[in-house]
């Protein structure tokens, strides 16, 4: 009988702990909106660090070129570490080209396959929503380390201007929304 009681008790403490563990480590990865620009500013070149853009098919290169211009004039992000990607290419078990990078997701669980490999993350409309894009930042599902995805969805072509907008403007630096 104390062994019985001895082993719930440790398998609970286990459980305590890795509850800890879990919600520490969650908190820790959690960037709030007005930390956006950091996370490209902190992308090591040398390392190879990209930032790779995953569109639906739907958009195409031309509309992407101010992000891109933004990213390459205000971040000095080289030409090379900045990549576009179909999203029809992507496969949730496949980390090849998004692990280690920092992720632009442009579209919604229907048009972008990578937006579904994020279970958490839902973009669909409910009844009663007035956005029309939406700006979100998430953990790099495929990234073992602190890399982040911003997850543009609704208009995709208004949430990549939006986006190319709030990295212009300093007035939204730091600030929490």
């Given amino acids: 009988m104390k062994t019985k009681k ?5 398998i609970l403490i286990l459980l305590v702990i890795s509850l ?3 919600v520490y480590a969650s908190k ?4 709030p909106i007005g930390d956006l620009h950091k996370i490209f500013e902190n992308i090591n ?3 190879n660090e990209k930032v790779v853009i995953i569109k639906p098919e739907n958009i ?6 101010n992000l891109k211009s933004l990213l390459k004039s205000k971040f ?25 990078n920092t992720l632009i997701l442009i579209g919604n669980q229907k048009n972008n396959k990578a937006i579904k490999c994020v279970p958490w993350f839902d973009t669909d409309k409910k009844p009663g929503d007035t956005f029309k894009a939406s700006i979100t930042l998430e953990r790099n599902v ?7 995805a911003v997850v543009l969805s609704g208009d995709e072509k208004m949430a990549i201007a939006t986006l190319t907008d709030f990295l212009e403007n300093p007035i939204y630096y730091n600030r929490n929304f």
């Fill in 45 to 47: 070149q040398n390392k």
């Fill in 76 to 100: 000095s992000i080289k030409d090379y570490n900045i990549e576009t990607k179909n999203s029809n290419d992507i496969q949730c078990n496949n980390y090849e080209g998004l692990k280690g």
């Fill in 60 to 65: 195409n290169d031309d509309e992407l070129e």
């Fill in 142 to 148: 495929w990234s073992d380390k602190s890399d982040y």
């Fill in 20 to 22: 800890y563990i879990y």
């Fill in 6 to 10: 001895l082993i719930l008790s440790i």
């Fill in 28 to 31: 820790s990865n959690v960037k």
